[in-house]
């Protein structure tokens, strides 16, 4: 059974940092693309950040880029998001996505729990 596990999220001041991590197992998730999306209060989930399999490439949501980091550890099966100068509007529940294991698609075939990061003024 496929199981991501968050860890990492909290209440957080603006302008502080948070590091979340997400632990694969049921399966070996070296050759499948990580990532991370978050739902805000009133708002769609969207996409945060990727991580691939094939390059390591990376990409991100503009509203993140310059303040988000995404890296993996394969030897650990965890991705981790390390999130600089939060902004309020960064406060949303936070999701760890996984895509199928080989494939080249990038589409999340597992999901996280989902865990809620709180960014006050």
């Known amino acids: 059974q496929v199981e991501l596990v968050e860890s990492g999220g909290g209440l957080v001041l603006a302008g502080g940092s948070l590091r979340r991590s997400c632990a694969a197992s049921?399966?070996?998730?070296?050759?499948?693309?990580m990532g991370w999306f978050r739902k805000a209060p009133g708002k769609e989930r969207e996409f945060v950040a990727r991580?691939?399999?094939?390059?390591?490439?990376?990409s991100y949501a503009d509203s993140v880029k310059g303040r988000f980091t995404i890296s993996r550890d394969n030897a650990k099966n965890t991705v981790y998001l390390q999130m600089n100068s939060l902004k309020p509007e960064d406060t949303a529940v936070y999701y760890c996505?996984?895509?199928?294991?080989?494939?080249?698609?990038?589409?999340?075939?597992?999901w996280g729990q989902g865990t809620p990061v709180t960014v006050s003024s």
């Open positions: 996505a996984a895509s199928e294991p080989g494939s080249v698609s990038t589409r999340p075939a597992y």
């Open positions: 049921g399966r070996t998730f070296s050759r499948a693309t």
């Open positions: 991580i691939t399999w094939i390059s390591s490439s990376t």
